[in-house]
T-cell receptor
Framework: RKEVEQDPGPFNVPEGATVAFNCTYSNSASQSFFWYRQDCRKEPKLLMSVYSSGNEDGRFTAQLNRASQYISLLIRDSKLSDSATYLCVVNIRDSNYQLIWGAGTKLIIKP | DAGITQSPRYKITETGRQVTLMCHQTWSHSYMFWYRQDLGHGLRLIYYSAAADITDKGEVPDGYVVSRSKTENFPLTLESATRSQTSVYFC????????????FGEGSRLTVL
């Protein structure tokens, strides 16, 4: 089992719709969680950190479920510009340097 | 310009040759990282550095060498390139290790023939 698993997609979603995807992690000692966005053939960029209480940034909402060991990302009122690959990232409590990266979920927003 | 830059952006080389990928950041971030990204895999850490003259192995260090004599530079050398090292290489920096945002360079696409 991979340490961080994501549905690779692609998720094909019409513009304006709401889309959500999850990421599961295997290490219960994981401490910090992030969503990064990666456009085609570009570098990853931080979308948002995921806090225990959940957090929202405009149209984006991230949730953490420690009991079931997954994090989620919800995108409301999706835009064409949201088309990208979304990377789930988890750190391990006993490592100051090691992040575990999911392979990403590809999202395609259709007009 | 401020930021993190990688060079070369594209490189084609032959098996057995030595290749060095350069990474330069202007923020004076303490932490720097080298990752490789391959289709179907998440980013995998090759080496990291917590400060100048402090480097350590990541998940996939075999065949790679790094150095960090200055805070702003973190070159990655493939001592004898192999086809399995064909990949996209990303350099990143952070002022808070893995607890904060990582800032990535644009990537270096390496093909080993």
């Amino acid at each position: 089992r991979k340490e961080v698993e994501q549905d690779p997609g692609p998720f094909n979603v019409p513009e304006g719709a709401t889309v959500a995807f999850n990421c599961t992690y295997s290490n219960s000692a994981s401490q910090s969680f992030f969503w990064y966005r990666q456009d085609c053939r570009k570098e990853p960029k931080l979308l948002m950190s995921v806090y225990s209480s959940g957090n929202e940034d405009g149209r984006f909402t991230a949730q953490l479920n420690r009991a079931s060991q997954y994090i989620s990302l919800l995108i409301r009122d999706s835009k064409l510009s949201d088309s990208a690959t979304y990377l789930c990232v988890v750190n391990i409590r006993d490592s100051n340097y090691q992040l575990i990266w999911g392979a990403g979920t590809k999202l395609i927003i259709k007009p | 310009d401020a930021g993190i830059t990688q060079s070369p952006r594209y490189k084609i080389t032959e098996t057995g040759r030595q290749v060095t990928l350069m990474c330069h950041q202007t923020w004076s971030h303490s932490y720097m990282f080298w990752y490789r990204q391959d289709l179907g895999h998440g980013l995998r850490l090759i080496y990291y550095s917590a400060a100048a003259d402090i480097t350590d192995k990541g998940e996939v260090p075999d065949g790679y060498v790094v150095s960090r004599s200055k805070t702003e530079n973190f070159p990655l050398t493939l001592e004898s390139a192999t086809r399995s090292q064909t990949s996209v290489y990303f350099c990143a920096s952070s002022d808070a290790g893995v607890y904060g945002e990582l800032f990535f360079g644009e990537g270096s696409r390496l093909t080993v023939l």
